[in-house]
Structure formats: structure tokens, C-alpha cells
């Protein structure tokens, strides 16, 4: 015959795992762990971006196991669901037995099991057995135990406790735990990819005007949870939430609009922002709020929180000046931001404007006119910059340099680069110079052009010099006024030597002498090739040394013919000239490197300011605030509210008119104020017997 016992059920064993806290342990620790994980990476961010973090096999990794929207990936919620229902599990299954033990106070324990007890007394009372439960009862209320008395045969048993609020905490921490994931998943991103699969939306990976985007992209103004953002320019009013999403966007129809009537900011006396606040109007069929919003001050309407996320450029009109570097005549050219224009072959994105750009424009000690033809690092020189204009140094100076604007000029191929001009120049190592910024990708930090702005505070002077550079006419006269200039009285016969040692100099720098495809086009990096290919290693620092002094002296010539031609006094070799000179020389060479054939200047620009809110349906918040709260109170009463129980057993003693007293002391944790509690508790009792 076989045994009728057997091992417990399968389904008894699942649940006896899912409610166990090793198992709850284990996955609060994955969880915290992948919480660290989305702190740390942004989420949500184009592919791009992570592309250009990790490269293109780890950004793929990384997406397939979902680290870029990992509050919302697949495994990230069944982890959350199995820990909800764990924790479930262990509040329902203890929850009835915490129960009943705050009800009970023990009292039907058996007198000799007391001597069982770590804490533990006898002793005698010289008061009968009805006067020593009177007296004992008071001295426990007075050090505030609640007791309750069993009447025996042969004695009374009065059980006591205190600290109960021990148990509570931990139904108030366990709990907390499921509000805060329950409410966490009700708040992300899970709700609105549940709405969308309701709702029979997809997702929209194209680009255009918001307005144009098809229902099947939108979600109903219903949506019971979602957190998007929402531009507004200035006197405009717009409705229209966009959920940005790993692989697109969504939109998100709001119930009302927003018309935002003011953008104001304040800034600090370095020109950094200070505060920035937007005077809105909330349209809601036809009520007609105002309210302000500002950073942690959101407006409230009808459940949805309206917070002040940032601000950007609203269409502002720039009104540009087209310099061409190689010649022809500067042209104006006018649009707006976030407009594209055709620009001969190329387009033209006009990207942004910023009225205010805070640079570090601390003294680095760098010498910027020691030019060493032989040792030129022309992108070690163009990297030479802080943030958006100025080179970093550990001594700080924060000031305000002025407006700038971005542009992106795209070939036919769809390829682009990114351009960063300021409108005024910027004052560097004790110079005044304008800065184009330029960069391949986004990834890329700018590379700055450094042109020194003339005597009248213009670009015009060196622009003059860029463009007679590329003239060879011109080129040849100024080697010609230079050899007739630097040419000894005493010696004419050099004359013809070191005119043509002038020309050759400037066709090199000026590039010239380059072919197709060469990897140096001219500039100083040539004249450091001609000497390294031509010039025997022992004398080229002489020879480095007497080209760049012919170089800047035929350079000087140079401009002093163009000044002529455009009817201009000759200039002064004085030492503002001199300081103009240097830099010159210095950024005609990066010039022939800049990878567009004019500038863009700005000329002036009418501001428009947007405000960029995000507008936030949270049912979960007020769970996540309540859970912890929870926590907080449930982790208090579990670490420092210790739950003690008392018992007290008096009996007739043998001697007449006493009582025979054994007491005991038990606590959920043993620590040494245990041992002074139960001392102090046996002094009262027992009037201080031994």
C-alpha cells in the first residue's frame, strides 16, 4: 500500500517562493540596479545620440535589451509585476497573523514557561495577591504598558506590551513598496504604449509641422496617463503634446490650449540665467485662465500639471550678410529660425539664435604670434575654445560675449555641416577677434576661425586682405613693393631675388601652388611642407625664420595696396596694426581650411521666444507619494519602535499578607536598553529586591 503522504503541490510551492523575502530581495536588487542603469543613461534620446556614444554594435546591444527606455522595457515590467505580486503575497499571508497578534497580548502563557525567558525575575511583595495586582497594574500604566489579566486557580497572570506600532511598520512598509511600483508604472511610459494598442495609433518617425500629422498619430485627449512636451511661441497658442518615444513620437490632443503671452528671463551680473518664467493663458472652451509658470511652480488645470521645462528660439528673424572669401560683393540674405533657404547648390537650415552667451575668457598665457612655420598643428589651433567661443583655462572670468546664431549649410547628398558665427567680436588674449565656429557632426566639439576685427571694430579690414589674397595680381605687386622696401640702398642687385622669394612665399600661403586633392592647401602648413621637402635640416630654422619675416612683411604690403585701391589712408605700423597683423596671419592660414567659401555674418535679428512646457497626467503620483510616506513611517516603526511583551505572574505566598511575584521579558530584538528596561521594570515591581 502505498504512503498517503506526498510532497506539497506544485502550485503550493510557486506560491511559497513568490511570497518568499529572499526572493522579493532578490528582485528589488535588479530592479534598484536598472534603476541606476536609467539614471545614469538618458532616456529616450534619438538613436543617433547613442550611436555616437557607443558606436554603432553596442548602441544596437544596448537598444535590444532595452536600456534606452528601461522603465518601459518588457523584462523591466515583469520584473516589477513579479515583485508586486510577491510582496502581495507576503502582506496577505502575514497581514492576518499581524493582525490577530496586535489583538493578542499572550496572556494564556503557562507561569513556568517564564523561567524560559533571557530577561526573568522572582521575588516576594508584602502585599496580598488582590493589593499586588492593584499596585503592579498602576506602576505598568505609569511606564505605559497596556496589560490585560487572566484569573487562575492557583494565581493571576497579567500580560502586558508595548510598541505594537512595531508591526504596523511593517504592513506600512510593504505596502509602500507596491504603491510606489504600481503608481511608477502607471506614470511611464507603459501607460501610453497600452493607450496606443487601445487606441489603434502608431507611431510618427517623420518630420513636419505638427498640425500635419495624421489622426492615427494621436492620442485622445482621454489618455488617463502621459508626460509630453509642448512648444509655444510667443502670442501663440497651441494644444498639441508630443510623447517622445525611443522610435518616434506620438502626439498627445490636450483638452485645452495654451497661448503663452510673455517669455521673461533674469540673468546674473555674468549674463547666466537666472530665472526664467512664462505668463500664460490656459483656453479651455470658454474659460479663460492666466497663470504663471515658473521652474518648480507649475499651473494646475483639471488634473493636468503644466511645468516649466526650458525655452527656445520661436522663428526669430536674422537678418544675415553673405562675405564671400575668395571675392565678389557681400549680399544680404533675411529668414527665420527653423526656416530652410536655398543657397546655391547647397541649403541653408538657419538652426538657432542665442541672445546671450556667458564665455570663460580668462588670459590662458598662450603666445599666440609665436608662429613656427616648421611646427604647425592647424586643428590643434582651431580646437582652441570654451563651449561656444572661448578656450577653457583653470582661472575662470565669466562674461557675456554677445548674440550668435547657428546654421547647417546641406549639399544635394543630404551630408551637412553645423556653423556657429558671433555677431560681435570677442575680446581674447587682449584682442578683439570674430569667431566661426564650424563642426562635422554633432558629436564634435567647434573649431573656431579667429579673425581680428580691424580699427573700426569691422570684419571689412581683414575680409579686404582674405579676398586680395586670392588675387594674383595683386599678389605680385605686393612681393614687388616688398623687395623694393626690405632691399638694402647698398645692394639693389637683391631686388629681383627677393621679389620672387616674396611671391613664392605668398603663392604658397595663399594655396595657390595646391593641386586636387592635396591634403595641405596652403597657409602656414605649406610653407612648414616647403621647407621640410627643400630646405636641409641644419638651416631650416634660419630659413623658417627669414620666410616668416618675408611672409608678414609681404602680407603687410599687401594690405597696405588694397587699403590703397579702396581709398583708405595707408596704415601705420604701429603696435595695434602689428597685433592685427599677427592674428591675421595666423587665421588667413585656417581660412584656406574652412570648409565653405564665404561667411555668414549677422547683421540683426528681431527676437522671438518660445516656451517649451511639459504637461504631465499623473494618476500614480499621489500612490508614489503616498507609498512614501508609508515608507518612511514603516521603516521608523520597524528600526527604532521595538515591540516588547511583559508577563507577570502573582501567586499567594507562603507567608502570610504576601505575594509571590515571577516576572519576564521578551522583545522582537535584543539589544542592552532591554536589560535597563527590565531592571528599572523589577525595582518598580518588586520594590527593589534582588
Known amino acids: 500500500m502505498s504512503s498517503t503522504t506526498s510532497r506539497p503541490p506544485v502550485a503550493r510551492e510557486l506560491l511559497d517562493l513568490l511570497s518568499s523575502m529572499r526572493f522579493a530581495i532578490t528582485l528589488l536588487s535588479v530592479i534598484c540596479i536598472a534603476s541606476v542603469i536609467g539614471t545614469v543613461l538618458r532616456q529616450s534620446e534619438p538613436m543617433g545620440n547613442y550611436i555616437n556614444q557607443f558606436g554603432p554594435f553596442w548602441a544596437e546591444v544596448f537598444e535590444r535589451v532595452g536600456l534606452y527606455t528601461i522603465y518601459s522595457a518588457p523584462w523591466f515590467l515583469a520584473i516589477l509585476a513579479f515583485l508586486v505580486l510577491s510582496t502581495s503575497l507576503c502582506i496577505a499571508r502575514n497581514a492576518p497573523k499581524i493582525l490577530v497578534d496586535l489583538r493578542s497580548y499572550k496572556e494564556g502563557v503557562r507561569e513556568q514557561s517564564l523561567q524560559a525567558h533571557h530577561h526573568k525575575a522572582i521575588g516576594e511583595v508584602n502585599s496580598n495577591p488582590r493589593m499586588a495586582l492593584a499596585e503592579i497594574g498602576a506602576t505598568l500604566t505609569q511606564f505605559g504598558w497596556k496589560a490585560r489579566v487572566q484569573q487562575r486557580d492557583h494565581g493571576t497572570m497579567i500580560a502586558a506590551r508595548r510598541g505594537a506600532a512595531n508591526k504596523i511598520g511593517y504592513l506600512a512598509a510593504h505596502s509602500s513598496i507596491v504603491l510606489i511600483l504600481v503608481g511608477g508604472v502607471l506614470d511611464g511610459n507603459a501607460m501610453v504604449q497600452l493607450a496606443m494598442w487601445l487606441q489603434d495609433k502608431q507611431l510618427y518617425t517623420g518630420s513636419g509641422l505638427v498640425a500635419d500629422i495624421k489622426p492615427e498619430h494621436r492620442l485622445s485627449a482621454a489618455n488617463p496617463s502621459f508626460r509630453g512636451n509642448i512648444s509655444v511661441t510667443e502670442q501663440q497658442r497651441q494644444g498639441i503634446a508630443v510623447l517622445t518615444l525611443p522610435s518616434g513620437v506620438v502626439l498627445q490632443d490636450l483638452p485645452f490650449d495654451i497661448e503663452l503671452k510673455k517669455f521673461s528671463v533674469d540673468y546674473y551680473s555674468t549674463g547666466m540665467p537666472k530665472s526664467f518664467a512664462s505668463d500664460i493663458v490656459i483656453h479651455d472652451g470658454d474659460v479663460r485662465r492666466e497663470a504663471t509658470v515658473k521652474v518648480n511652480e507649475p499651473a494646475i488645470h483639471k488634473g493636468l500639471a503644466i511645468y516649466q521645462s526650458s525655452f527656445e528660439d520661436g522663428g526669430s528673424r536674422l537678418k544675415l550678410q553673405v562675405l564671400p572669401l575668395t571675392g565678389g560683393k557681400p549680399g544680404p540674405i533675411e529668414g527665420r529660425v527653423g526656416t530652410k533657404l536655398a543657397f546655391g547648390e547647397q541649403t541653408l537650415e538657419l538652426d538657432g539664435l542665442r541672445v546671450i552667451n556667458v564665455e570663460n575668457l580668462a588670459a590662458d598665457g598662450a603666445n599666440a604670434s609665436g608662429a613656427d612655420v616648421r611646427k604647425v598643428d592647424l586643428g590643434e589651433r582651431l580646437s582652441k575654445h570654451l563651449g561656444s567661443g572661448a578656450k577653457g583655462d583653470e582661472t575662470k572670468s565669466l562674461h557675456n560675449v554677445g548674440p550668435s546664431f547657428s546654421y547647417k549649410l546641406r549639399d544635394a547628398a543630404g551630408q551637412a555641416r553645423e556653423y556657429n558665427n558671433y555677431m560681435l567680436p570677442v575680446e581674447l588674449d587682449g584682442q578683439r577677434l570674430f569667431l566661426a565656429g564650424v563642426r562635422d557632426t554633432p558629436a564634435e566639439t567647434f573649431r573656431y576661425l579667429r579673425m581680428p576685427a580691424d580699427e573700426n571694430g569691422d570684419l571689412t579690414g581683414w575680409l579686404r586682405l582674405r579676398q586680395a589674397l586670392a588675387e594674383p595680381a595683386l599678389r605680385d605687386a605686393a612681393a614687388r613693393r616688398y623687395a623694393v622696401s626690405a632691399t638694402p640702398p647698398n645692394q639693389p642687385q637683391l631686388t629681383p631675388q627677393l621679389q620672387l622669394t616674396a611671391q613664392r612665399a605668398l603663392t604658397l600661403f595663399s594655396g595657390a601652388a595646391a593641386q586636387p586633392g592635396d591634403e595641405v592647401k596652403g597657409g602656414l ?166
Open 525 to 690: 602648413p605649406a610653407l612648414s611642407q616647403f621647407i621640410e621637402r627643400d630646405v636641409p635640416e641644419v638651416d631650416r630654422q634660419r630659413v623658417s625664420e627669414v620666410l616668416l619675416r618675408i611672409l608678414n612683411g609681404s602680407l603687410f604690403e599687401l594690405n597696405q595696396l588694397v587699403r590703397e585701391r579702396d581709398g583708405l589712408k595707408p596704415a601705420t605700423a604701429d603696435p595695434a596694426m602689428q597685433a592685427f597683423m599677427t592674428q591675421a596671419v595666423l587665421s588667413l592660414s585656417d581660412s584656406l581650411y574652412y570648409p565653405a567659401p564665404m561667411l555668414l555674418q549677422l547683421q540683426d535679428f528681431e527676437q522671438v521666444q518660445a516656451s517649451v512646457f511639459q504637461v504631465a497626467r499623473a494618476p500614480g503620483q499621489k500612490l508614489v507619494y503616498l507609498g512614501a510616506i508609508l515608507l518612511i513611517v514603516g521603516v521608523f516603526a520597524m528600526l527604532y519602535i521595538k515591540e516588547r511583551r511583559l508577563w507577570v505572574w502573582i501567586a499567594p505566598s507562603a507567608n502570610p499578607g504576601s505575594s509571590h511575584v515571577r516576572m519576564a521579558l521578551s522583545s522582537t530584538r535584543e539589544s542592552p536598553d532591554n536589560a535597563t528596561l527590565f531592571a528599572q521594570l523589577k525595582a518598580a515591581v518588586l520594590k527593589d529586591q534582588s
